[in-house]
C-alpha cells in the first residue's frame, strides 16, 4: 500500500509549527472537536471504509483551525469493551507515526495539525488519513479484525457527535471511582508521551487517573493484557514508603528506569514534595499560589490569566516536558473527584481558585460548605486581592482549619506501614 507521505516512528516529536501548517482540527481556537472508537459486531462493519462527512483537507482554507469528529468502530474475537478508550489513546501514537501530522491531547481536547510539506506531496485527503491509520492499527495490533473509520468535519454533525462522546467519556470515568489503590496489588505506567516529554512516566492507580484523563485503571490493565510490550504496563507497587503521599518502592523503581533516571521519587498525591512528572497532554495544572500559600487549578481550555499573571499556555511550558516541577503539576480534572486528591498539601481545602466552567463543572466534587469559598475570575486573579477575598469568606485554608486537620493526616504518614 502506497501513500503519499512516509510513516513510521522516526516522525514521532515532529511538531508543525504555525509557520508550517497548512490546516489544523480542534486546538485551543475550536470549541468542538473529540475522538472516539467504539467495538461493535463484525457484521456492523464495512472494513477499511473510510468516510468523510463534511469538508476535506483540500476543500478548507490554508492557515484554519477547524472542527473534526474521528470515529473509529473495531471488531475482533478477542478485543474486549475495557480496550475501547486503549485503542482510542493509540491514536496519539499513530497520527505522529505520519510524516507531517501532528497530534496532541486525547478525547474532546485533539489538536491535530497538518504541514504545508504533506500537503504539496499529496496528502490532501482526511480519506489517505484514515486508510493509513487502519493500515498502522492492524500492523500494530492483531486483536483488530476489522476497522472503520468516519471523520466529521461539518460543524453541526461534530458538535452533535462530541456531545455524545463525552455521555461515552463519563461512563468509563465513573467505573473506576470507588476503587481503592489498597485493593489492588499492581499500578499502570504509560510512557505514551514520551516523543514530545522523554523522561515523563505516567503513573495510573485507581485514585489518580493518567494526566491526560483518558486512561483510568481499568484501562491500563486492559491495554497490558492487550499490547504486552506497548506503551502502558503494569507496575508493581512494592513496599508503602508513605500512605499519605502515595509513594511506593516499587513506583519509584520502576519511574526511575522508565524516565532514563531522570526521577527517581514520585509521591503520587504531592504537587509540592516530588510530584509526579508532566507531559504535555494534561488537562489541567495544579499550581501553588505563595501569597495564599495554597493552590490553584486552571485547564487547557481556559484562556484567561491566572492569579500566577500567566495563562494555561505559558504554565504548560513551564511544567511540560517529563521534568519535575514543585508547586506545578499536570493532572486529568476527574483527579479532583478522588479522594487522594494532593491529600499530602491539604487536597481539595487548599484550593482557592480555579476558572468558573471548572467550578460549576465539578460541583460534586468540592464539600458543600467550601463551594462559595473558592475564587474564579468572576472574583478575581489578583494574588493579593484574593488573599483579601479569601479571608472575608473565611476559606478554611486562610483560617487555619484545613492546616491543622492536614498537620493531623500527615502524622498518620508513617502509621500502618507494615
Known amino acids: 500500500m502506497e501513500f503519499h507521505v512516509d510513516i513510521g516512528p522516526q516522525y514521532e516529536g ?3 509549527r504555525k509557520e508550517d501548517l497548512y490546516v489544523e482540527f480542534g486546538g485551543p481556537k475550536v470549541e468542538y472537536k473529540a475522538e472516539l472508537v467504539l467495538m461493535k459486531d463484525a457484521s456492523e462493519i464495512e472494513d477499511e471504509k473510510v468516510s468523510v462527512i463534511g469538508p476535506d483537507i483540500k476543500d478548507l482554507e490554508e492557515g484554519g483551525s477547524y472542527p473534526l469528529f474521528i470515529e473509529i468502530f473495531v471488531a475482533g474475537a478477542e478485543l474486549e469493551k475495557d480496550m475501547e478508550p486503549v485503542i482510542e489513546r493509540r491514536l496519539h501514537d499513530f497520527c505522529n507515526y505520519i510524516e507531517g501530522v501532528y497530534h496532541m491531547n486525547q478525547q474532546d481536547e485533539i489538536w491535530i495539525r497538518i504541514s504545508k510539506d504533506a500537503y504539496k506531496k499529496g496528502f490532501v485527503s482526511l480519506e489517505e488519513f484514515g486508510q ?10 492483531p486483536l483488530i479484525e476489522q476497522m472503520q473509520i468516519t471523520f466529521y ?21 465513573a467505573r473506576a471511582r470507588g476503587l481503592k489503590e489498597e485493593d489492588v496489588e ?17 503513573v495510573i492507580t485507581p485514585e489518580r487517573i493518567a494526566n491526560c484523563g483518558a486512561i483510568n485503571w481499568f484501562d491500563g490493565r486492559a491495554a497490558s493484557k492487550m499490547d504486552p510490550e506497548g506503551p502502558i504496563f503494569p507496575v508493581p507497587k512494592g513496599k508503602l514508603l508513605g500512605k499519605v503521599r502515595g509513594e511506593y518502592e516499587g513506583v519509584n523503581q520502576v519511574v526511575q528506569e522508565r524516565s532514563m533516571g531522570g526521577t527517581e521519587r514520585v509521591w503520587i498525591h504531592s504537587a509540592l514534595e516530588y510530584p509526579h512528572t508532566s507531559c504535555g497532554c494534561f488537562q489541567a495544572l495544579c499550581f501553588y499560589i505563595p501569597e495564599v ?31 519535575q516541577v514543585e508547586g506545578m503539576c499536570g493532572m486529568a480534572l476527574e483527579y479532583l ?14 484550593v482557592v481558585w480555579m476558572p468558573k466552567e471548572i467550578k460549576e463543572r465539578f460541583k460534586d466534587a468540592i464539600p458543600e460548605d467550601l463551594y ?3 475564587a474564579t475570575e468572576e472574583d478575581t486573579t489578583d494574588p493579593n486581592e484574593l488573599a483579601s477575598w479569601l479571608e472575608e469568606r473565611g476559606h478554611p485554608w486562610i483560617t487555619g482549619e484545613a492546616q491543622e486537620e492536614l498537620e493531623e493526616l500527615r502524622a498518620k504518614d508513617e502509621e500502618g506501614l507494615e
Do not use: W
Open 337 to 350: 473527584r478522588s479522594p487522594k486528591f494532593m491529600q499530602y498539601d491539604g487536597g481539595i481545602k487548599r
Open 293 to 323: 500559600d495554597a493552590f490553584g487549578i486552571v485547564h487547557r481550555d481556559y484562556k484567561g490569566e491566572t492569579p500566577l499573571g500567566m495563562p494555561f499556555s505559558t504554565m504548560a511550558g513551564e511544567a511540560s516536558g517529563g521534568r
Open 153 to 173: 468535519t461539518d460543524p453541526d454533525k461534530v458538535k452533535e457527535k462530541v456531545e455524545a462522546a463525552r455521555e461515552v467519556y463519563e461512563q468509563r470515568r
Open 132 to 141: 493509513i491509520l487502519i493500515f498502522e492499527y492492524k500492523n500494530d495490533i
Open 186 to 202: 499492581e499500578f499502570y505506567g504509560c510512557v505514551l508521551c514520551q516523543s514530545f516529554a522523554p523522561t515523563h512516566c505516567c
Open 372 to 374: 462559595e469559598k473558592i
Open 14 to 16: 515532529e511538531r508543525v
